[in-house]
């Protein structure tokens, strides 16, 4: 497997290293601000990315795209790279709110298996793509057309939304949006994050009984301490 | 037909032009993007512009309205103007975020014809509005009132969101935002919106099927010749 | 009671005074807009503070959270403070988008009474959230998260998205945004919301059965007396 | 003199009419605020129009130019239609923050007599455009370049952060902003803005003899008629 | 003295008090980030606030304004109750990004021995003062003009730019930004922001002399324990 | 020398490889536009960082900082790592306006050899480090303090304002903005950008004489064929 410089352009990484099918759905159900957590807070993309409707939960590898702005053709040239579970994770070489993807090319990328797109840029079709059930996280929306003019590439590391994606990387991605978990450290953090949501499990038990995070935690002593006062 | 400047202020004029409602019902089925790119990417609203509910689409004739900052006054004066079918395009004459618009004056619109607003400020009573069916896209959701002061007018050019609207116009919009056609190209602007869904709709079934955008646009020579390489 | 100055730290005040449960619960059938015009078009949070999801509208007694940024330590200090029919409302001492507040924490809001959240900085959680039905108003949704090191206060005054908010003070928050009624004013300010209530309602059966605003408000001299010019 | 709707692309009109220069140089003394009050506050562009560097106030012949997004060629071809005492004006087809202009470009326009840029996008060699005393008013500073692919228009009428500035039509920019007076308006706006500085000298003299404006204005019965107490 | 509750109308309170002349001048030598830390980093503006010229330094106090959007009446009622020393504070009942204050009123402002303004809307007459040497903080610039038609109040409490700000607080404002120090306090913020600067001082002598921070502040063995790995 | 990946927190590396002092020098000649264009295009930090004062130029060896949000800790521990001729280029592990770099930290800084900083976050004490000359490119700009309570790293990867800087990778930095050049490409970068100043001064002379771009370029026909109408 070769690798390349983030931001390279002109090159399609054909063969790129993906996590076991069973981890990435393991992290799937696990979700964004848990696995932020479990990997030391990390990997997290900005917060302007915005699912376009509510309540999808997806994971998938990510197959990276680098385009050029207002430049959709590396999206064709990566739907041809899909593998069954992967996620389309677009970094632009320059900002763009254009709208790169709408119900066509959803509809080609769902035929191989896509499970959904992140995208530093904008998109369009919103009500077809959520009756197609094509889970989009955008930076922006908008009727703005694009071109087939430039080189970008596809599989090689980008920077999406101010975080680094390496291709292969797991993609999770729900309402409270996107983390970005390395290849090689997925199996450990999943493992991590099922124990938090064990953990969880158990608060919300006691938290729903009534108990207090003061006494769960014991946070009594060290509020006293630092000098909070009850009056 | 008396004809504007954009901007001038003081003005009702009463009658005013339309699109066949044809060729405007034909319009609402097309949407923002494809009409957008049918009439060669003009005539977008600014993308801040939202849908207050998901799911809407609506064409309609321009009913245009310029409005002072916080004011308004004209939307009372614009109610009586309405034909059935219109749509309401509000502007200001300098940036404001209150809400000019509620569920009252939504109920007395709706009374008259009108299939929504297109507002480049704010707007309130979100729920009643959806409970209503009434669609609105606009700058800004607040519950700042407004005032009723001084004059703007009523169906004048005007600039909202950074398209220039003329009274009559044809305007498009649904999840993916507004788009504005110019009255007298309305016929044609729709026959091409329609070969293009025509177009899309043979793609689609093609994409559907696994067939690659590479093959369905041929751009396997072009992307070579660019220079692109697969490692 | 003590009172303290805005913005004072290492405080919880435990006992608060509230409006009585009868008018809270009617200020929450009124809304927000109608409850800001109501009081004379004051008490308004910044427009910025969006639902988490939408239809919620909900009134309830401020119990203010002063935080400092990306540390959520007080919410586990406040949620000991909760009456049943409480609104968290968390202001913070410097800017933050961190995500203070998710499904753990809300279950041991919720099972102590509290109605909803109303945060100026970020969430998180948001699909869990909704299910619970636990209405959050916010800044920005966020799965970073926060720690516990540093006090604030619970029950003082504090300046949340713009408006001074006292513990004890009515919010009320719907799809048009937060409102702030001082505890003092509250019966009063519900007397008048209702009589506008009552008003808009007479006027939104003359708007449907197409009777004019120019008519109902009697506009059409003072608008002929301005210059407004019919041609 | 052809003209043409607001958008056109393709087309470079020749001869425009152009305000008288004593007109216009006059219209460059009174500034941006005088003017705007002068024509009865309409006219004035979106105020993130900032400068590249204080204390410029030019007027100058507006030379309208169209531009894709990311794409400068359309200055090139506009330089050549400068007549001595104009300004530039560029309008985007659609947004881009890309750096149109830098300072070989203003070396070309200041040698065909252009006074300033007014750019409804990005602007970059600001170091070197300083020491030129090259004015810009600018949405963005960036360094990100551009391409020349694709035809715009000049002297078409065009949009340009939100107002409609059409081929002629006087520009007057200072750190204030940037407004645009109809041409066939500019000797009458010359007039009431000269009849308003001389009112604001006089003005001037007495608030800096300490009189105040509730006593030059006679301001004082309308307060206490409105109900304002002092206590 | 009466007081009154943030966000009073139709109030001109005539007699507030002030801190000591020598204190707020104390005060101003210190500058904004120094007495942020002095005062357990409270009182900060946000920081949208910008000064329209670099360089000034100023503290006085606090003369509150509470304008409507759009509305810069009560700047003139507020003109007549500076004492010399004073800085106006501009708040408004709901967002407006008008420019409320431009040189007329600065030059009034100033003859009687106001200090400077911070305005949570927007300000022209840039060059012009400038030029006076009148320092302005605001929220925006611009040359969009307000009217005078509804009432605001002077000297009682208000929310500017996030901060709570009563009359008679000392305000300091430089190119860091804007801090607030409440009245009774001033003299002890004073002395502890002098502490700070002679202990600064210090310091800085030490960093020229090149001494390392970790070694002046005793940070090695901390950043060990924490598990920092030099490689 | 060892290698980490972007984003590990707890790591300084000592040893690190610049480009030679004469290849740094000549890019600080270029400039940031010349040298973004010189090398494909790419590296160009987000435009949202901006100089804290206007004038400066400066290229240098990226020393590269991660710090957690609003802490300066490995601020600290990044100075001891400097060389003469290094610029600190700060990111954070979460987006922070905070004000992380003074007056005191940029004289130490200075004593050892800084060229500048480069922080996606906040600065303070604008006044005293235009004077000591010492050049900051920030996001932001606030009195807002920091913290030292968690570890970050020195002279990793980093992802600044979007751009990935690896240590030792050369800065260039001036009003145009902030761009970065791969350390091992640095000879190769400043060769082309020198042919390309080579260039535009040969075309500065024929431009300022009053040559057309259209005819240096030899654009007429190429302008004709895509149909360029002159009327």
Same mark, same amino acid.
């Given at each position: ?17 993906? /996590? ?6 393991? $992290? @799937? *159900? =696990? +979700? ?5 957590? &479990?990997? !030391? ?79 530093? /840029? ?6 077809? $793509? @959520? *009756? =197609? +059930? ?5 930076? &922006?929306? !908008? ?73 769960i935690y014991g946070m009594r002593d060290r509020l006293a301490e630092k000098g909070l006062r009850y009056v």
């Open positions: 497997m070769m690798s390349f410089q983030p931001g390279t352009t002109g090159i399609v990484v054909q063969e790129i290293e993906r /996590a076991p099918r069973d981890v990435v759905d393991g $992290l @799937a *159900q =696990m +979700g964004c601000a848990t696995i932020h957590e &479990a990997q !030391g807070r990390t990997g997290l993309l900005a917060s302007y990315m915005r699912p376009i409707y509510s309540g999808a939960r997806v994971a998938g590898s990510a197959l990276t795209i680098l385009a050029p702005p207002m430049d959709n053709w590396m999206i064709h040239v990566a739907i041809e790279q899909i593998s069954d579970g992967d996620i389309m994770v677009l970094a632009t070489t320059s900002p763009s709110d254009a709208g790169y993807f709408g119900d066509l090319l959803a509809t080609s990328a769902q035929a191989h298996g896509c499970r959904g797109l992140v995208i530093d /840029a904008g998109v369009r079709d919103l009500a077809e $793509l @959520a *009756q =197609m +059930g094509f889970p989009v996280w955008s930076k &922006a929306v !908008g009727s703005q057309g694009t071109i087939k003019e430039t080189l970008g590439s596809v599989n090689v590391p980008v920077v999406c939304a101010g975080a680094l994606v390496n291709p292969g990387d797991v993609i999770v991605a729900d309402d409270d949006g996107v983390v970005c978990v390395r290849r090689e450290k997925a199996a450990e953090v999943l493992e991590k994050a099922r124990a938090r949501v064990v953990n969880e499990e158990a608060k919300r038990a006691r938290f729903a009984a009534g108990e207090l995070g003061l006494d």
